[in-house]
């Protein structure tokens, strides 16, 4: 038999929890066939099998958390045909055993009788029963081997404080049916638990605004060269490169050209160190079906606009299917978000933790513009925020930082020099 272990999952990663089973029980397994999902802070990861087999003894089940090093079932020696005849055998095999046991021996076993009579249920399942203070014996599963899941506990309960708000209406309410009491049947709630990374995800951000002296700045860009640069190659570029030509890649090298420019804004606070990053990786957040993550475009400064383009289009495409590694998000040293894709005109974007800038880009509206003292024109208008970390980055560069992104925007040809 071998056991399946939680591996080493990645730095600063010691805990997972069970997405979902991707074989089941009893199922035969292939060496390198993925077996079981773990949901952690940052990416979904899949355990596949160390060698061909059957998969059995399942410990715990989606939801639990499981830490590395943890033993989570275990792969025994045969196929899916042994495994059946095994079944058909094992009754027989236990009467004959039972029979064979003399009778001095019969009392010595009684203990063992009880333990075996005890129902088998998941950690999470018997965890819950001792909160709820039902006895599990009492339990029906649903499960086709007879294992108590935490679903069986819960519906368990839910039955029986039904009986219970009918039956006991004369009594003192317990602090439980209060509770239940108190729910209105006309406000329907639904009570959902958080997935890991989401809460990850509030953990971070909390931590980020505790810990940093977080301030915004404002500006508006004009989006008219480049729309025109756009509408003009757009056809080109993509016979050329086989992608679109986007707003992600003026943006990217935009800011990559202020960076250069305002180097505190690319930086990071390491005790009473300031850590000055002379490269240039640019997180993009993308939001998945999970909750926000940020896929890092590595050396930004040297990809041209097709180049930039196409990482951000496969980084993209990876987060959608779940494919992210954790290499793709870690390590970057400036974020920009696009709000502007779900419709906001206006945010205050939150630090990602270490950086100590974020760009954010908003919807572009059109809206009369001030061309001179004479003339009113309708132009492609986009508000873009930058917070910033007011530990390292004073006003005056912040600003400033700002204002060479807007400037840079405005003229899209000098991006091809100072990007």
């Known amino acids: 038999m071998f056991e399946v272990k939680v591996p080493e999952l990645a730095e600063s990663i010691s805990e997972g929890t069970v997405a979902q089973w991707l074989k089941k029980e009893g199922e035969a397994v292939v060496k390198g066939e993925d077996i079981v999902e773990l949901e952690t802070d940052k990416v979904n990861i899949e355990i596949s099998a160390e060698r061909d087999g059957i998969l059995k003894n399942i410990k715990v089940e989606p939801g639990d958390t499981v830490s590395v090093g943890d033993v989570i079932a275990s792969i025994v020696e045969g196929d899916a045909s042994s495994e059946t005849s095994e079944k058909q055998e094992e009754k027989p095999a236990s009467e004959a055993k039972a029979e064979s046991v003399p009778k001095q021996e019969k009392s010595s076993e009684k203990e063992e009788t009880k333990a075996a009579d005890r129902p088998i249920a998941s950690p999470a399942a018997r965890k819950l029963a001792r909160e709820k203070g039902i006895d599990l014996s009492e339990v029906s599963s649903r499960?086709?081997?007879?294992?108590?899941?935490?679903?069986?506990?819960?519906?368990?309960?839910?039955?029986?404080?039904?009986?219970?708000?009918?039956?006991?209406?004369?009594?003192?309410?317990?602090?439980?049916?209060?509770?239940?009491?108190?729910?209105?049947?006309?406000?329907?709630?639904?009570?959902?638990?958080?997935?890991?990374?989401?809460?990850?995800?509030?953990?971070?951000?909390?931590?980020?605004?505790?810990?940093?002296?977080?301030?915004?700045?404002?500006?508006?860009?004009?989006?008219t060269a480049i729309n025109e640069v756009r509408a003009r190659r757009?056809?080109?570029?993509?016979?050329?490169?086989?992608?679109?030509?986007?707003?992600?890649?003026?943006?990217?090298?935009?800011?990559?050209?202020?960076?250069?420019?305002?180097?505190?804004?690319?930086?990071?606070?390491?005790?009473?160190?300031?850590?000055?990053?002379?490269?240039?990786d640019?997180?993009?957040?993308?939001?998945?079906?999970?909750?926000?993550?940020?896929?890092?475009?590595?050396?930004?400064?040297?990809?041209?606009?097709?180049?930039?383009?196409?990482?951000?289009?496969?980084?993209?495409?990876?987060?959608?299917?779940?494919?992210?590694?954790?290499?793709?998000?870690?390590?970057?040293?400036?974020?920009?978000?696009?709000?502007?894709?779900?419709?906001?005109?206006?945010?205050?974007?939150?630090?990602?933790?270490?950086?100590?800038?974020?760009?954010?880009?908003?919807?572009?509206?059109?809206?009369?513009v001030a061309i001179d003292k004479e003339r009113m024109e309708n132009r492609p208008m986009m508000y873009i925020a930058l917070s910033y970390d007011h530990r390292i980055v004073d006003g005056k560069e912040a600003v400033s930082f700002l204002t060479t992104v807007k400037q840079l925007l405005e003229d899209p040809e000098s991006l091809l020099l100072e990007g």
């Open 143 to 223: 499960d086709p081997l007879g294992r108590v899941r935490t679903e069986d506990v819960k519906r368990h309960s839910e039955n029986g404080s039904e009986k219970a708000a009918s039956t006991s209406s004369s009594k003192a309410p317990t602090q439980e049916n209060k509770a239940v009491e108190a729910v209105n049947p006309e406000k329907p709630v639904e009570r959902v638990k958080m997935s890991r990374r989401r809460q990850t995800i509030a953990k971070r951000l909390v931590e980020a605004q505790q810990t940093a002296a977080m301030l915004t700045t404002f500006n508006e860009v004009d989006m």
């Open 234 to 280: 757009k056809d080109k570029f993509f016979e050329q490169n086989g992608v679109k030509l986007g707003y992600m890649s003026f943006f990217t090298k935009a800011v990559i050209g202020a960076l250069k420019k305002f180097p505190a804004v690319n930086a990071e606070i390491q005790g009473d160190e300031m850590i000055l990053k002379k490269f240039y």
């Open 282 to 368: 640019i997180g993009i957040a993308v939001g998945a079906e999970e909750g926000l993550v940020v896929p890092v475009v590595r050396n930004a400064d040297r990809l041209s606009f097709a180049g930039i383009e196409k990482e951000i289009g496969n980084l993209a495409e990876k987060a959608r299917s779940k494919k992210l590694s954790l290499e793709d998000l870690q390590g970057g040293s400036f974020t920009i978000t696009n709000g502007g894709i779900f419709g906001s005109m206006l945010s205050t974007p939150i630090l990602n933790a270490p950086q100590v800038g974020i760009l954010g880009m908003h919807t572009i509206q059109w809206r009369p």
